[in-house]
C-alpha cells in the first residue's frame, strides 16, 4: 500500500517505521530539524526491542510532492489541525482513507470541514509515544494497538486492506462494531490521564501511589463518563472501574502528552481534552467541574511558555 503520515510525529512516525519495514511504501510529512534529520540519517524508531531505523519512501514538507495515496494516518496535533488538514488535498484519491489518530472525540467532525466527507473515517491509538529528539520517536511501554473504522463502523474493503497492512506488519488492529464507543473509552480515560499527569506534574507511579490522586482520576473519568452516557454514547455503569484496572497495568513513569509538553513550553491539546469536556457536558445540560478545574490550572499554559 501507498500510506502518508501527516505528519510524522509520534504516532505518525512509529506507524511509518513498523510499515516501511513491513514493505509498504511510507511517505512522511514534517518540517524543520525533524524533515531534516528524517532525509539525512533516516527516521528512528527507539522501542523495549531496541532502536530500529528506516529510509521513508518519501519524505517532505509538501504533500503535492508526495501525490494520491491509499491511506492517510493523520496524527498532527488538535490545535494544527486545520492547517494540517487543508494541505491534504494532493494526497487524496477517490477511494484514499484518512484515519485521524489523535486526543478527543472531534477530530472526525473537525477533519470533514475541510475535507471530503467519504475520505474520512475515525481512528483510536493506544500508544504513548514521543519526538525525543529530530528524526526520533521513542515509546514508553510496550502497549500498541490502532482501532480504527468507517463512521458508521460498517466494514469496508479500505479498512480491512489496513487493517490487513498493519497486523502483517506486527501491529494490533483489531476491528470494532462501535467505533465511536472506542473514541469514548479513550477520551474517558485520557481526560484524567491528561488534565492530572499535566497539572501535577505526575506520572502513573505517582497517581497509584497517592489514595488523593487515585481517587481524583476515577472521579474525573466517571464524570467524562457520565456525559459520553448523555450524549448516547453506550458506556457501561462500571467502564471507570474497568479503565481504573488498566491504569494499574501501565508503566510508571508514563505520563499524558499534554503532561511532556508542558515541561518542554510546547503548546497544550489541553482545549480539546479537559476543555472539552465542559463544553459537552454544556450541550446536554450538565455540568462538568473536575474537567473544568483541570482546565482553568492548565489555561495559562495552553499556548505555550518561552524557554
Not at 488538535?78 to 488538514?85: E, M, N
Not at 484514499?96 to 475535507?115: E, H
Request: charged share 15%; with cysteine.
Amino acid at each position: 500500500m501507498k500510506i502518508a503520515t501527516m505528519a510524522t510525529g509520534g504516532i505518525g512516525g512509529y506507524l511509518a517505521v513498523k510499515l516501511t519495514q513491513a514493505g509498504h511504501q511510507v511517505a512522511c510529512v514534517a518540517r524543520g530539524a525533524h524533515l531534516s534529520a528524517i532525509q539525512t540519517q533516516g527516521l528512528k524508531l527507539n522501542s523495549p526491542l531496541g532502536q530500529e531505523v528506516i529510509r521513508p519512501w518519501k519524505v517532505s514538507e509538501d504533500p503535492a510532492e508526495i501525490g494520491p495515496v491509499d491511506a492517510i494516518i493523520f496524527g498532527v496535533k488538535a490545535a494544527a489541525l486545520d492547517q494540517a488538514a487543508q494541505k491534504c488535498p494532493p494526497m487524496l484519491g477517490e477511494h484514499t482513507v484518512v484515519i485521524p489518530f489523535q486526543n478527543g472525540v472531534t477530530a472526525t467532525s473537525d477533519l470533514m470541514q475541510f475535507l471530503p466527507s467519504h475520505n474520512v473515517a475515525s481512528g483510536v491509538a493506544l500508544i504513548s509515544t514521543t519526538i525525543s529528539e529530530p528524526g526520533v520517536i521513542t515509546q514508553t511501554g510496550d502497549a500498541a494497538r490502532f482501532i480504527f473504522a468507517e463512521r458508521d463502523s460498517v466494514r469496508s474493503a479500505r479498512i480491512a486492506a489496513l487493517q490487513s497492512a498493519f497486523k502483517k506488519a506486527g501491529i494490533a488492529a483489531p476491528e470494532t462494531k462501535d467505533i465511536t464507543h472506542e473514541l469514548w473509552m479513550k477520551f474517558v480515560l485520557f481526560s484524567a490521564m491528561s488534565g492530572i499527569t499535566a497539572t501535577a506534574r505526575c506520572t502513573v507511579g505517582d497517581i497509584l501511589t497517592s489514595q488523593a490522586l487515585g481517587r481524583l482520576f476515577c472521579q474525573v473519568m466517571e464524570e467524562t463518563a457520565s456525559i459520553g452516557r448523555a450524549h448516547g454514547v453506550p458506556l457501561k455503569a462500571d467502564c471507570a472501574d474497568t479503565l481504573w484496572s488498566r491504569v494499574q497495568g501501565l508503566p510508571s513513569q508514563m505520563r499524558a502528552s499534554t503532561a511532556i509538553d508542558l515541561e518542554h513550553g510546547r503548546p497544550l491539546e489541553s482545549p480539546w481534552i479537559s476543555g472539552s469536556v465542559p463544553k459537552l457536558a454544556n450541550q446536554v445540560g450538565l455540568k462538568a467541574p473536575l474537567n473544568a478545574a483541570l482546565y482553568a490550572l492548565l489555561k495559562p499554559y495552553e499556548n505555550g511558555v518561552s524557554t
